[in-house]
């Protein structure tokens, strides 16, 4: 045994501590993340499950002609405009006699939501059959309700601690010895747009929203990325200035805030060209400034890394530049380039700075049907629940980050299943 | 190269052979020293099949061949030895354009395939490149299947009206490069999952579907070991019947078995071109000998 072989072996046991403890902080950190993701996962569940279960109320109802003032010969007009929340009202007080006082009556009559009246208008006008007689029907129960019946308030609590006072507890439990409550699953948070109203208010205006300016960030961003860096990577001079300045320009807008797209999104594409503000056209717009960066450099490093001799070979054979782009440089790159405009797409999702500069901030109650219809996306949604004062909107807004996680997971399955059937071995 | 994104971390480096850096010319030994003075030996033929005057080229600034001139005969096998860097795969690349797709590259001199400029304005190198197959270093077939990968250039060419057609060429193709018994029942698997030898016979059924006039080939068995490459190079020879070429080796045994004439290449010069038993005999240039006897190379 010589020297050297001596020293080596003094220094061994010191390497492999270090190495143990490198790996020691791999798995801690590790652990950590995936701690922090639990806790924060847990939360979102813990919160937002309660909000795919709202409560129902079962009323009788008396379609009295007189009190709505209309009967089956009337107007469709006439019949929309009747009072229908006096017939509910009247069922209401019926099944609860001798309460008194403005404030309990009007406590009486928010038992139920103020959607039920427009659900009994729209089974009126779609039968009017049904004026005179008496019928049963499930409403929406008020928000304040359905938070009681999830337990979210405690009935230990004193009176003035309570946004459910004492009478309208009674109520509660005699509607509920009744069989008059149920809890359903709330069909309302996907069918409806946005509400005031806790229990009216659904994601279907945002998720529209978001489809509708995630289809324009992607028809407008990947065309644009893959040409722009197909461009750059196999047809753009090189040593050229200009080429040179393109280049810095695309990677440092990929570290520009946000925001900023938002604010040149304003200038030039509403002030300018004069686009609807608030449309899922102008927020695809921005959004699609604000993704192309991310693409054309995963693109581009795609591109790149797609072997030269494949190209050479098909240089050889006679193929033009242009075929050999398209036949080959594109679709080895092409996992490399869904990978990046899925990771571009995904941010582009749960964007919400640059939209809140060119009003898809807005109040939306309406579903958009295109890409020219006011409408807001589902990170922006989430913000404005957030910012809701109704206890019930917290529900709500952990929901919708619920089923905004829920699209990302979709994209990235659909992502890894596009890059499984486009990627080839060598 | 001062590619900005080539400076980013995480990005791919650019392969060499993009970024125009040829390889490092061999550092001056002793036996270098020897004046080269011209091509010595019988560069000329009559009536040949490509034939390069007074050929220069440059990457950027820097000099890679210098005057070259050399005429490759009809139906012969012409082997190009020499070191490393010496300007012979550059010279190769020139007959078929190949220098085109290197941006900084230039080329001078006259070039001719059947009397025809090789670089003339009214050359179109994609007919060009159909004329001159082009077999790499490297088995490069595309990741595609057997089938597609012969069928890729008449398809490109629109060489075949039918699928039957199709089918008989990528056979007869297939044949001719003595692949076809081992594979007739795998047309359809990926040209990727076969072993080395099998993939570069499979690049030379490739090249020969266009059925070009010339097939050039860069150094074509260096990847390959001694069985596959004696399949070459029996295959190579049946070539000869049909087809010119042009063959890149740094292997002065394979240079000897299958070429009639052999150019030697050095520091960018054509040094010798003579008879290749001429050249491994008796060669006329004091660097042929020093190389050939093994002295440095």
Same mark, same amino acid.
Request: glycine share 8%.
């Given at each position: 045994m010589n020297d050297f072989t001596s020293t080596i072996r003094a220094g061994l046991a010191k390497r492999y501590a270090r190495e143990r403890r490198f790996r020691l902080y791999g798995v801690v950190s590790l652990s950590i993340s995936f701690l922090f993701l639990l806790v924060l996962l847990f939360t979102i569940f813990s919160k937002g499950l309660p909000a795919f279960q709202q409560t129902y109320v079962k009323l009788d109802v008396t379609l009295d002609e007189k009190l709505l003032g209309i009967?089956?010969?009337?107007?469709e007009d006439e019949m929309y405009s009747a009072k229908y929340s006096k017939v509910i009202k009247k069922s209401l007080q019926e099944m609860f @006699? !001798?309460? /008194?006082g403005r404030k309990q009556k009007r406590a009486l009559k928010n038992?139920?939501?103020?959607?039920a009246a427009y659900d009994l208008r729209d089974k009126v006008i779609a039968n @009017? /059959?049904?004026?005179g007689s008496q019928q049963t029907y499930w409403f929406l129960a008020k928000d304040d309700v359905d938070v009681f019946m999830k337990g979210k308030?405690?009935?230990?609590? @004193?009176e003035e601690d309570r946004r459910i006072k004492d009478y309208q507890l009674e109520w509660i439990d005699k509607l509920s010895a009744q069989n008059r409550l149920e809890k359903r699953f709330n069909t309302v948070l996907f069918t409806a747009g946005d509400s005031r109203e806790p229990e009216q208010a659904g994601l279907k205006g945002a998720i529209m929203g978001s489809v509708f300016t995630m289809l324009v960030t992607l028809l407008l961003s990947f065309p644009i990325a893959v040409a722009a860096a197909a461009y750059l990577e196999e047809f753009a001079p090189r040593n050229n200035r200009w080429v040179d300045i393109i280049e810095i320009n695309i990677n440092n807008l990929a570290a520009v805030p946000s925001i900023v797209f938002g604010l040149l999104g304003l200038a030039v594409?509403?002030?300018?060209? !004069?686009i609807p503000r608030s449309t899922p056209l102008i927020g695809g717009l921005v959004l699609t400034l604000m993704t192309l960066p991310t693409i054309i450099i995963a693109s581009r490093a795609s591109i790149k890394s797609v072997p030269p001799s494949i190209k050479q070979a098909a240089i050889g054979l006679g193929a033009s530049r242009m075929q050999v782009l398209f036949q080959h440089t594109l679709p080895l790159a092409m996992p490399g380039i869904l990978t990046g405009t899925i990771i571009g797409m995904a941010q582009a999702l749960g964007e919400t700075a640059p939209l809140l500069m060119i009003g898809m901030v807005a109040f939306v109650a309406e579903v958009p049907n295109g890409v020219f219809d006011p409408a807001t996306v589902m990170p922006v949604q989430i913000y404005l629940w957030s910012d809701s @004062? /109704?206890?019930?909107?917290t529900e709500r807004t952990s929901a919708a980050i619920m089923v905004l996680l829920g699209f990302l997971v979709l994209m990235n399955l659909f992502a890894i299943i596009l890059r499984k059937k486009f990627e080839r071995r060598w | 190269m001062t590619d900005v994104l080539g400076t980013l971390p995480g990005m791919p480096t650019p392969d060499p052979l993009e970024s125009g850096d040829h390889k490092p010319a061999v550092t001056s030994r002793d036996e270098f020293d020897v004046e080269i003075s011209g091509t010595v030996g019988v560069p000329f033929v009559d009536k040949p099949k490509m034939s390069s005057r007074n050929c220069d080229v440059f990457y950027a600034d820097k000099?890679? =061949?210098?005057d070259v001139n050399l005429d490759i005969g009809n139906n012969e096998i012409i082997a190009m030895i020499g070191?490393?860097?010496?300007g012979k795969s550059t010279f190769l690349r020139v007959l078929n354009r190949?220098?085109? &797709?290197?941006? =900084?590259c230039r080329v001078t001199g006259e070039h001719t395939l059947d009397g025809d400029d =090789?670089? *003339?304005? $009214?050359?179109d190198p994609v007919l060009l490149r159909a004329r001159v197959g082009m077999v790499f270093q490297k088995p490069n077939p595309?990741?595609?299947s057997i089938f597609d990968n012969v069928a890729y250039g008449p398809r490109l060419h629109g060489l075949a009206s039918n699928r039957s057609e199709l089918e008989d060429l990528v056979e007869s193709s297939l044949i001719k490069a003595g692949l076809f018994k081992e594979v007739k029942d795998d047309?359809?698997?990926?040209? &990727? *999952?076969?072993?080395g030898g099998q993939q570069q016979r499979l690049c030379i059924a490739r090249a020969i579907a266009v059925n070009p006039e010339v097939i050039l080939m860069? #150094?074509? &068995?260096?990847?390959?070991d001694p069985i596959a490459t004696a399949t070459i190079e029996e295959l190579m020879d049946e070539l000869k019947e049909n087809y010119t070429m042009v063959i890149v080796t740094h292997s002065m045994q394979q240079a000897a078995r299958v070429s009639q004439r052999t150019a030697y290449f050095h520091m960018g010069y054509l040094v010798e071109v003579n008879d290749t038993n001429k050249v491994f005999t $008796?060669? #006329?240039h004091k660097l042929t000998e020093n190389y050939i006897t093994g002295r440095f190379g």
């Open positions: 009967n089956r010969d009337s107007t @006699p !001798g309460v /008194e038992l139920v939501s103020k959607s @009017p /059959e049904l004026l308030i405690d009935r230990a609590l @004193p594409y509403i002030n300018f060209f !004069g @004062p /109704e206890r019930a909107f | 000099q890679a =061949i210098f070191p490393s860097g010496c190949m220098n085109d &797709t290197i941006s =900084i =090789i670089y *003339g304005k $009214n050359q595309f990741p595609k047309l359809l698997k990926p040209g &990727t *999952g076969l072993s860069d #150094e074509p &068995t260096s990847a390959l $008796n060669p #006329e």
